[in-house]
């Protein structure tokens, strides 16, 4: 993985994922650009504490303002796009933002990239799409189901990386991530809200215990990345990243209790309880396109990447509202 000169740009840099696949990409040699989302503070999200910031070039901006995303991407060799409204919730709320954000953002990025003659775009997909495992494994050839807004928005946005692809010769990889977790991630997901109510207490609200999800720790997903932004095979495919394994909700809880030396009490809370039709059931990946395609072997087990997370959490709980739910 030869980045070493490399001129990257990583949309969404300030996320959970992007900041980690930011400080990666500095490490392997490359001269980074990190798009973030403009605010009035002039905040960058994570990279405002990484230990790399100063070697990292940020730049504010819109991902759904078009000429402020072309001249983000003068000069880039390559593109990793993760910028993204990704709350499932929320999108019950506004699925416009959903649209224009994910849909119109990603076609901003691909047009962009078009005019620039980049070298490579790696989109970030999501498990999601497929929606409720029709069969098991979910491999990449599995159809696509939109069971929310959000979900939906990245089919689109998907289709419209495909298209870009076989219209106009594009070179994209998606990338198609299922569950990641690890330090910096919102207590939006399940894993960061779990750990934080078990660190604060013997409370824990959840809503539907019983889907199975496929978790994978973020240093494993920002390898997957990192090969799929090199890997000659890998040009015009759909990549699933994952672990292989599933786990259910409710064994979840019991992991995260059992590390964190906490007995706690489980309780269902209905504010966070899906609409029955848009709850997916069950995810586990085929990751044997990843492996054929990147090398791809994810190397932090469940257990592992929970400890650490659970550490970094505890670490940072001032930053984290254990007793709120957030959309």
């Known amino acids: 993985m030869n980045y070493e000169g490399k001129s990257v740009l990583v949309t969404g840099a300030g996320g959970f994922i992007g900041s980690h696949l930011t400080e990666r990409v500095v490490a392997l040699g490359a001269r980074v650009r990190a798009f973030v989302h403009y605010n009035a503070l002039g905040r960058s999200g994570w990279l405002d504490h990484s230990a790399v910031r100063e070697q990292i070039q940020v ?59 980049v070298e490579r775009v790696i989109h970030t997909s999501t498990s999601e799409t497929y929606g409720t495992a029709q069969r098991v494994p979910i491999d990449e050839t599995h159809p696509l ?33 299922f569950n990641t977790f690890g330090p910096r991630q919102s207590a939006r997901a399940v894993i960061p809200s779990i750990i934080t109510q078990c660190l604060a207490g013997r409370a824990v609200k959840l809503g539907n215990l019983a889907p199975t999800r496929d978790f994978t720790y973020v240093t494993d997903t920002v390898e997957g990345f990192v090969a799929a932004g090199l890997a000659p095979k890998a040009l015009g495919r759909v990549i699933n990243l994952g672990s292989g394994r599933e786990i259910s909700i409710r064994e979840l809880v019991d992991r995260i209790a ?70």
């Open 59 to 117: 730049v504010a901006g819109d991902i759904c303002d078009r000429d402020c995303v072309r001249e983000a991407m003068q000069g880039t060799e390559l593109v990793f796009h993760l910028a993204a409204l990704i709350g499932i919730p929320y999108s019950y709320h506004a699925p416009l933002s959903y649209l224009r954000t994910n849909i119109e953002g990603t076609l901003n990025v691909l047009q962009a990239a078009r005019e620039r003659d």
């Open 145 to 177: 189901h939109g069971q929310s807004p959000y979900a939906a928005s990245k089919i689109g946005a998907d289709k419209m990386a495909e298209a870009f692809h076989l219209s106009f010769g594009l070179p994209v990889v998606l990338v198609r991530p």
């Open 258 to 327: 059992l590390l964190t030396g906490r007995s706690v009490q489980v309780s269902s809370d209905d504010a966070r309880v899906r609409p029955r039709g848009s709850e997916v059931e069950r995810l586990v990946a085929d990751i044997g396109a990843a492996r054929e395609l990147l090398g791809f072997e994810p190397k932090i087990g469940l257990d592992e990447g929970l400890r650490r997370t659970i550490d970094w959490l505890n670490e940072h709980q001032t930053g984290y509202r254990h007793d709120a739910y957030a959309i």
